[in-house]
């Protein structure tokens, strides 16, 4: 087995739509919704979550999720294993954080790894892509009773929201991208594609004029049917074509949108982070965090490697190299990091063994997951995996010391945002439901000198 950690000193709705003004009023009110199913704050919980913040009691403020769809290799990645019989072509590199090896394919990662917490025993109970990346995502198994809220959908719910622009945001996003689940659409992610080019239908095609004539008039017929009780129970429950109408109007007219403009960074700047949509997208991050953003994902794909496994993931962390170097070094940069939570992950691993066609598959039995910033323990190795593959696969788990469920990693995101993620809320089907079933991993968070 490897040495299983290594870690440095520090170790809602509105009746008219006559204004402006109160589209912006109403449409501010509307993400306040969902709150009667609340349950009081378990005062031990509080107690164990405010003991695990850091000694300034400084909460994160935004969550920025790497999404790497497909399910990188832990072993091309952040776990190699070279001159082994799993290890394939890949070989090792010493890092900025003293005793841990990561792949040769990310020379930049290494020299921030002093600024992580790498665990690299990640398990799930999900080996399908759609399942393992609803699990991941939303830190539930699939239920075909209930659609669970993404992690960014749930820090939006338990937040106000208090900027002009959506707070939940998805970059480049291809399968699941997040959810609001039983939480409701209003908390779906805005998705957007590359930020080099401007999000589409932002600007109105007719003059101002005119847009406000039509503001206008949609306004008097919606009035007219509500009066006669034709809308506001199909609003409200199924279309909400109000609360939409007016989020994207207070959206288009604010100033908060430019932050997805990473042209207007300097040359320098953008050159760090690579030319590409992913290298971009992390630094939209940046921006959009930077107004107020709760959770952003950037997505990756193309880590699905049956075949070709290492010259698939050599171009793949190449991309993924200079974009996540350049999204630590400039979140430190911009005193960030402290207030900003990054994960890196896919929905599982790959195998230890190498098939025929030089690829791996799916493999969620011990793989990768990469946290930096916030309160957690930065230049820490959690957990290890083990240098042959088990001869009963059935026993896998037998390979992973220390192992960290998926349930517990979103448990233990939760709580660095001050949150109860035992309270439970009522679901539409009557069920209540706390927001996750895991527990709080304290060998992760800082510990408190």
Not at 47 to 56: I, K, Q, T, Y
Not at 83 to 88: L, P, Q, S, V, W
Not at 163 to 190: K, T, V
Not at 337 to 347: N, R
Request: charged share 25%.
């Amino acid at each position: 087995m490897h040495q299983s950690g290594f870690h440095s000193a520090e170790c809602p709705s509105f009746h008219s739509m006559r204004r402006r003004s109160f589209i912006r009023s109403a449409s501010a009110a509307a993400g306040l919704g969902f709150a009667s199913g609340w349950t009081n704050v378990a005062e031990l919980l509080a107690r164990e979550v405010e003991a695990l913040a850091d000694g300034n009691k400084r909460r994160p403020k935004s969550l920025i999720f790497l999404w790497m769809q497909g399910g990188p290799s832990q072993l091309e990645t952040f776990d190699p294993h070279p001159d082994t019989k799993i290890g394939g072509e890949t070989q090792a590199i010493e890092t900025s954080l003293k005793g841990a090896r990561i792949s040769s394919l990310l020379p930049q990662t290494a020299e921030v790894m002093h600024q992580a917490t790498l665990i690299r025993s990640m398990v799930s109970k999900e080996g399908d892509h759609e399942r393992a990346t609803y699990t991941m995502k939303s830190g539930w198994r699939p239920d075909p009773t209930l659609l669970h809220p993404s992690i960014g959908a749930v820090l939006c719910h338990q937040s106000e929201n208090n900027i002009e622009i959506p707070r939940h945001i998805s970059i480049l996003s291809g399968q699941w991208p997040g959810r609001g689940g039983y939480m409701g659409p209003g908390f779906d992610a805005f998705q957007v594609g590359d930020p080099k080019y401007p999000i589409a239908n932002l600007k109105s095609r007719v003059d101002e004029q005119r847009t406000e004539r039509r503001l206008s008039d949609l306004s008097e017929l919606m009035e007219v049917e509500f009066k006669r009780g034709r809308l506001r129970d199909l609003d409200q429950v199924r279309t909400l074509h109000e609360t939409s109408t007016a989020r994207a109007t207070r959206m288009m007219e604010s100033e908060q949108i430019d932050a997805f403009k990473v042209t207007d960074e300097p040359s320098d700047v953008l050159a760090k982070f690579g030319d590409t949509p992913f290298g971009r997208g992390c630094l939209a991050a940046i921006r959009l965090v930077q107004q107020g953003v709760r959770c952003v994902e950037v997505e990756l794909s193309g880590w699905d490697t049956h075949a070709r496994n290492y010259e698939f993931h050599r171009s793949r962390c190449e991309v993924l190299d200079a974009g996540l170097y350049g999204l630590i070094t400039e979140l430190e940069a911009r005193g960030m990091l402290d207030d900003t939570i990054v994960v890196w992950g896919g929905e599982f691993g790959r195998t230890p063994k190498i098939n025929v066609a030089d690829g791996r598959d799916h493999w969620p039995n011990g793989f990768s997951t990469v946290l930096f910033g916030g309160p957690f323990r930065r230049g820490y190795v959690h957990g290890a995996t083990a240098l042959e593959l088990p001869s009963d696969e059935k026993g896998a788990l037998a390979g992973v010391s220390d192992a960290v469920t998926v349930e517990d990693l979103h448990a233990t995101i939760l709580s660095t945002f001050g949150i109860d993620f035992k309270q439970e809320l009522q679901t539409p089907i009557g069920r209540p439901l706390a927001l996750s079933q895991g527990k709080i991993c304290k060998e992760l968070l800082a510990v408190k000198g």
